[in-house]
């Protein structure tokens, strides 16, 4: 079945490094855009990175930019994200999902809806001294 | 970077209750705009995308509406399972779908 699994969470101090993975199962994974979602304890959700299928492009939160990396290896079916310069806020539930999408085709054009449609469980991120 | 707000944040109702959430964009996102459900301690399930488009299962009692800044998730009759947080996602940045802020639903 169609399936994330999420790992390589743990305590870390502030200031020190983390690589979260994600591995995917029961679909083409090269063929989905992939994403990084945290959950701050208590708090809503927030979208943290994102890579397109092929690896051409990425983009990330103000929140994260410069201190994190998305990246994937599809040979692997595995999404990644390296996470440098940790901070307290940082702590959170992190989340990968998959990038569902419908098409539409009306007299105006064509327009792509893109969604969330597959998630891990998470794994949890704790930055404390 | 488009800004997601909802109201109510939190919200006490009954079963059979009528149900309705807003969210709105900073700016116009035509019908980019999709709505979780979440329970504690557990992953975000897509309810519905493009605005108004049900995801395959999500029962029938819940419906969305609207486009440009102004959006709404109602739920036609509550149910016991339905209590839970619920957030909106826009995607008309191509792929940065960033989230409201939710609005918890819980049992009066």
């Known amino acids: 079945q169609v399936q994330l699994v999420e790992s390589g969470g743990g305590v870390v101090q502030p200031g020190r490094s983390l690589r979260l993975s994600c591995a995917a199962s029961g679909f083409t994974f090269s063929s989905y855009a992939m994403h990084w979602v945290r959950q701050a304890p208590g708090k809503g959700l927030e979208w943290v990175a994102v890579m397109f299928h092929d690896g051409s492009n990425e983009e990330y939160a103000d929140s994260v930019k410069g201190r994190f990396t998305i990246s994937r290896d599809n040979s692997k079916n595995t999404l990644y994200l390296q996470m440098n310069s940790l901070r307290g806020e940082d702590t959170a539930v992190y989340y990968c999902a998959r990038t569902g999408k419908d098409i539409a085709v009306v007299p105006a054009g064509v327009f792509y809806y893109y969604y969330m449609d597959v998630w891990g469980k998470g794994t949890t991120v704790i930055v404390s001294s | 970077d488009i800004q997601m707000t909802q109201s109510p944040s939190f919200l006490s109702a009954s079963v059979g209750d009528r149900v309705t959430i807003t969210c709105r964009a900073s700016?116009?996102?035509?019908?980019?705009l999709n709505w979780y459900q979440q329970y504690p301690g557990k992953t975000p399930k897509l309810l519905i995308f493009?605005?108004?488009t049900l995801q395959g299962g999500v029962p029938s009692r819940f419906s969305g509406s609207g486009s440009g800044t102004h959006f709404t998730l109602t739920i036609s009759s509550l149910q016991p399972e339905d209590f839970a947080t619920y957030y909106c996602?826009?995607?008309?940045?191509?792929?940065?779908?960033?989230f409201g802020p939710g609005t918890k639903v819980e049992i009066k």
């Open positions: 493009g605005a108004s």
């Open positions: 700016q116009s996102i035509g019908s980019y």
């Open positions: 996602q826009q995607s008309d940045t191509t792929l940065r779908l960033t």
